[in-house]
Nanobody
Framework: QVQLVESGGGLVQAGGSLRLSCAASGRTFSSYAMGWFRQAPGKEREFVATISRGGTSTYYPDSVKGRFTISRDNAKNTVYLQMNSLKPEDTAVYYC?????????????????WGQGTQVTVSS
């Protein structure tokens, strides 16, 4: 069992930056691929970034590539999402997730544990 708690969301102007954190419970954090997903009102939850167990491989959709960076600290049981050059269309609830599978294959349906989400609002 893994419990995930996100933090770091808030209100930011377009072009600004935010750093999200996700703290995980348990002693097996390094055995999970980790990811960030987001869900805007009226839209489906979508993939934002994933990272492999050791942190050596990361994956992003084109919509955030070059602006967002996922990282993890296995000693602190924490995964981060650095978001730069934020746009109004990045506004959503951001969720942290953990998967027993691979980071490359990680998706909404293949994630095993979810956090409660943190709101990110980008004003124009």
């Amino acid at each position: 069992q893994v419990q995930l708690v996100e933090s770091g969301g808030g209100l930011v102007q377009a072009g600004g930056s935010l750093r999200l954190s996700c703290a995980a419970s348990g002693r097996t954090f390094s055995s999970y691929a980790m990811g960030w997903f987001r869900q805007a009102p009226g839209k489906e939850r979508e993939f934002v970034a994933t990272i492999s167990r050791g942190g050596t491989s990361t994956y992003y959709p084109d919509s955030v590539k070059g602006r967002f960076t996922i990282s993890r600290d296995n000693a602190k049981n924490t995964v981060y999402l650095q978001m730069n050059s934020l746009k109004p269309e990045d506004t959503a609830v951001y969720y942290c997730a953990a998967s027993r599978g691979t980071a490359q294959a990680m998706g909404v349906m293949t994630s095993d544990y979810w956090g409660q989400g943190t709101q990110v609002t980008v004003s124009s």
